[in-house]
């Protein structure tokens, strides 16, 4: 009986490859990213079970846009309708006066409160007194941190016909104004008051961003001769622009839902000209009036609708700055 060296000696058994070696992940891959670093990714298991649970699940609800949802029913619908409602709000001019408000609030809201955070990021930048920068921006960031509800009770108390800015046009001869009454005066109080609660808020973003700008380009730009406004344009706003160009795709993916909270505690029937958007005006047909499938429809175009936006937004991005969200 002959051997060859590959044989092993007899009595003996071939050595079995060790299964902790056999199952050890490559470096480099997920798997091996995951033993590596478990402790860190556990982390992640609540938010994503609530983005999972308050956010993904409810999108099956969108099909009672296409499907006759009756209370106390399935929560699916009854029965199947088709377009029948998205061609309801097609063809509905309240829907069209609500769109229209919704663009010009949000337009408005994006011209002031995305540029004005980048302002005073910039102007706080320039102060030199640590104590002053600290007090100021403590002061910024306190609006934000009060309820919407105690927010609208200070406009409207401040608007009143008694309050204090009436009392300040009759001393100088003029007559009062319920200014919350008028639709006229809304979006300006909107804006105006989405301004003194955001904006201070907003600089947080940028300053972190400015610090990372390297020092460096300050004393290049300096020796080039460039003073103080030369130095902003060519090196501060081009350090931030990541941040802000980031930040305006976000402001324009929220553009249809702005301000429900704050236009639902401001806004009357006097008012609703100008007042009324998509999101007051889903509360009111859904909520107030049980027409869950006509409201599902309007909020189903809501959300094409800032899809849409987001995704243009990143793209036209991608092309002309070369930063975007993906």
């Not at 429809?297 to 975007?324: D, P, Q």
Request: net charge positive.
């Amino acid at each position: 009986m002959s051997t060859t060296l590959d044989d092993p000696p007899p009595g003996t058994r071939p050595a079995r490859p060790d299964p902790g070696r056999r199952r050890r992940a490559k470096p480099g891959t997920w798997r091996h990213a995951l033993r590596r670093d478990w402790q860190l990714y556990s982390l992640v298991i609540l938010p994503l079970l609530f983005f999972l649970i308050f956010r993904y699940a409810p999108m099956l609800g969108n099909v009672i846009a296409f499907r006759r949802f009756e209370p106390g029913g399935s929560i699916f619908g009854e029965s199947w309708v088709g377009l029948r409602y998205v061609e309801m709000f097609l063809s509905d001019p309240t829907f069209w006066t609500v769109f229209s408000n919704t663009l010009i609030l949000g337009g408005l809201t994006l011209l002031f409160c995305f540029p004005l955070p980048i302002v005073l990021a910039l102007l706080l930048n320039e102060v030199r007194s640590r104590r002053m920068k600290r007090f100021l921006q403590s002061v910024s960031y306190l609006p934000h941190f009060l309820s919407m509800v105690i927010v609208a009770a200070l406009v409207m108390q401040m608007l009143a016909i008694d309050g204090p800015i009436n009392q300040i046009v009759k001393a100088f001869g003029g007559e009062a104004t319920p200014f919350i009454q008028k639709a006229e005066w809304f979006r300006t109080i909107f804006v105006s008051s989405e301004v003194w609660q955001t904006v201070g808020w907003g600089t947080i973003l940028y300053l972190a961003a400015l610090t990372t700008i390297d020092e460096q380009l300050y004393e290049a730009a300096r020796m080039d001769g460039a003073g103080r406004w030369r130095q902003i344009w060519h090196v501060t706003l081009p350090g931030i622009r990541p941040t802000a160009v980031t930040l305006l795709i976000l402001n324009l993916g929220t553009f249809m839902a702005t301000g429900f909270e704050k236009v639902l505690l401001l806004y009357n029937p006097l008012t609703y000209p100008t007042a009324d958007v998509i999101t007051t005006y889903l509360y009111r047909m859904g909520v107030e009036s049980s027409s869950m499938s006509y409201a599902a429809a309007i909020g189903l175009f809501e959300a094409l609708v800032g899809v849409v936006l987001i995704v243009s937004a990143n793209f036209i991005s991608r092309r002309t700055v070369g930063t975007g969200l993906w």
